[in-house]
């Protein structure tokens, strides 16, 4: 089965600051996804990024960026020029390819495995 | 523009008081799914549906139902809550288990 580590439970960052968040994962699959979803205080889950295991180019959206080392099963987060709205629990989460369509299946298998969370404090 | 609506957004049971807890989507997808989420943990996936074929995670209590009455609504029974049920209750939806999720507010559900 896979899983997913942060071994981050918290982290915090200056305004306009850059942080980066950890995620390591385990997996003897070689398609898969990645993903990091934001959860604000609020507690809606807002998908940030997410990564194809195929493509070689990190993904970016604006400030945040991923940094994939697929060998090392690594998926950080970078968050570049932090704000304050930026404060919020992150999920890494990854998701098999050959699971999800075996699922076509019925076999129950779990189309999403999460990590416990970081916490990430943004500092005024 | 809501996508994924979760209804109640609170609800306050009584131990052992059936309750249910509503999702609705507006994005036409196919897949819905209900993760119960205990404080400062991951999301745990108790279920979900693909079309009407209904996917129970093998360690979802039997105490824990879902319905989708149809492709828009789904709907989480809890028969007999346990002060161990106190949790956000999340719904999200996708196209095609491949398709990434999107989530709804959640509901926060406390058991007396």
């Known amino acids: 089965a896979q899983t997913v580590t942060q071994s981050q439970p918290e982290m915090s960052v200056q305004e306009a600051e850059t942080v980066t968040l950890s995620c390591t994962y385990d997996?003897?699959?070689?398609?898969?996804?990645l993903f990091w979803y934001k959860q604000p205080p609020s507690r809606q889950m807002i998908l940030v990024i997410r990564?194809?295991?195929?493509?070689?180019q990190n993904a970016t959206e604006n400030r945040f960026s991923v940094n994939f080392q697929k060998a090392a099963k690594s998926f950080s987060l970078k968050i570049s020029d932090s704000q304050l709205g930026d404060a919020a629990m992150y999920f890494c989460a990854y998701r098999s390819e050959a699971l999800a369509l075996g699922a076509h299946l019925n076999s129950g298998n779990t189309p999403l495995v999460f990590g416990k969370g970081t916490r990430l404090s943004v500092i005024a | 523009d809501a996508m994924v609506i979760q209804n109640p957004r609170y609800q306050v049971t009584q131990f052992g008081k059936p309750v249910t807890l509503s999702c609705s989507q507006t994005l036409n997808h196919n897949v819905m799914y209900w993760y119960q989420q205990k404080s400062s943990q991951a999301p745990k996936l108790l279920f979900h549906y693909y079309d009407k074929d209904f996917n129970n995670e093998a360690d979802t209590p039997d105490n824990f139902q879902s319905r989708r009455p149809n492709t828009s609504f789904c709907f989480l029974d809890i028969r007999s809550p346990g002060l161990g049920d106190t949790a956000m209750y999340l719904c999200?939806?996708?196209?095609?288990?491949?398709?990434?999720?999107?989530f709804g507010p959640g509901t926060r559900l406390l058991v007396l």
């Open positions: 990564q194809e295991a195929y493509k070689q």
């Open positions: 997996t003897s699959e070689s398609d898969y996804y």
């Open positions: 999200a939806t996708s196209w095609g288990r491949q398709e990434t999720q999107y």
